[in-house]
């Protein structure tokens, strides 16, 4: 039997029922729609992609085959998460992130905090090329600096997302940094000094707000507060400048280029280490007298990298600040990535996707409008298929040589794909990376990304450009002979 072209109906109505079985799962669950509802709702609209599939021509055993290979291009980001987890308790354990809140609220005014939480993810993240690894790190200590000041953890995620992306997009050690140009065909430093018209002032913008927000709002420190948390960090936990070491050969293996499995499972590793040799009372505490000490650390550190950390202060808020991670925290975050992959896998083995691009290209007329396209194909691509790295590719693949045709340099179709595709993805709940903020700074995705106002900005500031004609550039006449010869090879 042939496969059959799908048809504009064909690739709507997956997508359509998806959009519907999203919104009731969010309308019906809230926050907790990412903990069940929204993988059921994906495992239905896959189903409906196959049923479409099927009716097209195309084989249950290649629609499989498909799925499972979408989910094993996710199993890479699935180890970084797993790893995630077990750095998350140990650093608890280890009193590095604690370390960290407690020099946070000595250090950082209520008023700046915002402007400073999203400066300090931006060039973190710039240093070592991972909005993930910053999120999963200086991230986490942030969330906890914002709860002992008593301010907004939307907020605050929104600056630390906004701060880790801009870091992450101009680096040049970062994944997707490295693969927009390699999908265009442009120079790396080409694509970076390109990305800085858009970047730059959109960052700029998005430190004003959240100073304006700081400023403006009632953030005044609850300076009794601060100090109940204060102590009980100094009674909990050993409070050093040495709790903080294993952040930094985290940062300077990032920033050596050692991958991030490695990289997150060697901090996790040298959290557990540290806790051996600088929170004896705090272990000797909580082995208590029942076993030996030396069993019990074991034990202990062993159920912090699966369960994570918990502690018992007296008090449940604290308790709530002081205490997370594990690889059993990811196991949801893991489950939802599966399902968002296996769907994306199926609506593009069946030529779904690609059904649209040619719709759109169809109306795409100016150059202003296809950059716009552009920008909403993979922001869609991010919706449907749920990884940012799939917002990249395909559509780079499917415009590269629709740019080529109309004269546009490649770093125009690089930069584009940054600000639709890598900036979006931390703002929709099921897609990879908006499933991993969540995990790692226990705020939803739905409450942090109205203010995460440099990925709301980047793509409208972007677009603004696209219509203005400004800094787009177009192939020099050597380029266009290049560029035909290699068409034509």
Not at 117 to 137: K, R
Not at 439 to 456: E, G, R
Not at 460 to 483: E, F, H, M, N
Request: aromatic share 10%; glycine share 8%; proline share 4%.
């Amino acid at each position: 039997m042939s496969v059959k072209q799908p048809g504009f109906l064909d690739a709507a109505v997956p997508l359509l029922v998806l959009v519907v079985l999203l919104s009731a799962s969010v309308y019906l669950f809230g926050d907790n729609s990412s903990y069940g509802p929204n993988q059921i709702a994906l495992f239905m609209a896959t189903a409906v992609a196959v049923i479409i599939g099927l009716k097209n021509g195309y084989r249950w055993s290649v629609i499989e085959k498909a799925m499972v290979k979408g989910i094993s291009l996710s199993l890479g980001a699935v180890l970084i998460l797993l790893s995630v987890g077990a750095l998350i308790g140990t650093w608890m354990l280890s009193g590095t992130v604690p370390t960290l809140i407690y020099y946070g609220l000595q250090l950082l005014s209520p008023s700046w905090f915002y402007a400073a939480s999203c400066l300090l993810c931006g060039i973190v993240a710039m240093s070592i090329g991972s909005s993930w690894t910053t999120a999963a790190t200086i991230g986490v200590a942030l969330i906890g600096v914002a709860a002992g000041l008593g301010l907004s953890p939307a907020i605050t995620a929104g600056a630390i997302v906004s701060g880790a992306y801009f870091g992450d997009k101009i680096s040049p050690l970062s994944e997707t940094t490295n693969l927009a140009p390699a999908v265009a065909g442009a120079d790396l430093f080409d694509h970076i000094r390109h990305m800085l018209w858009t970047t730059v002032p959109s960052f700029a913008l998005a430190l004003l707000l959240f100073t304006i927000i700081g400023f403006s709002s009632d953030v005044s420190a609850d300076f009794a507060r601060i100090e109940q948390i204060s102590v009980v960090l100094q009674q909990n936990f050993s409070i050093s400048f040495l709790s903080l070491i294993p952040l930094f050969v985290l940062l300077a293996m990032a920033v050596k280029k050692v991958p991030a499995f490695p990289t997150v499972f060697i901090g996790a590793m040298l959290g557990a280490v540290w806790a051996l040799l600088f929170q004896q009372e705090l272990i000797a505490k909580m082995v208590g007298t029942e076993q030996s000490y030396g069993i019990g650390a074991v034990k202990l550190i062993w159920h912090t990298f699966h369960a994570g950390f918990s502690i018992d202060t007296g008090n449940a808020s604290l308790n709530d600040l002081l205490s997370g991670g594990g690889m059993a925290s990811m196991l949801n975050t893991v489950w939802l990535v599966f399902c968002a992959m296996m769907f994306g896998a199926t609506i593009e083995k069946i030529g779904l996707l690609r059904k649209f691009v040619q719709s759109i290209l169809h109306f795409a007329k100016s150059t202003g409008s296809l950059i716009t396209s552009t920008i909403a194909t993979c922001f869609a691509t991010n919706v449907l298929t749920a990884d940012q790295y799939m917002s990249i590719v395909m559509p780079g693949r499917m415009f590269k040589e629709e740019y080529e045709r109309r004269g546009l340099a490649p770093v125009n179709l690089s930069r584009t794909l940054e600000d639709g595709g890598t900036i979006t993805s931390p703002l929709i709940p099921w897609n990879t990376c908006g499933a991993y903020m969540h995990s790692v700074l226990q705020v939803s995705p739905l409450d942090y990304a109205m203010y995460a106002f440099f990925n709301l900005i980047n793509p409208v500031l972007a677009i603004i450009y696209a219509y203005c004609g400004i800094k787009i550039l177009k192939l020099t006449p050597p380029d266009s002979v290049v560029q035909e010869a290699a068409a034509k090879a």
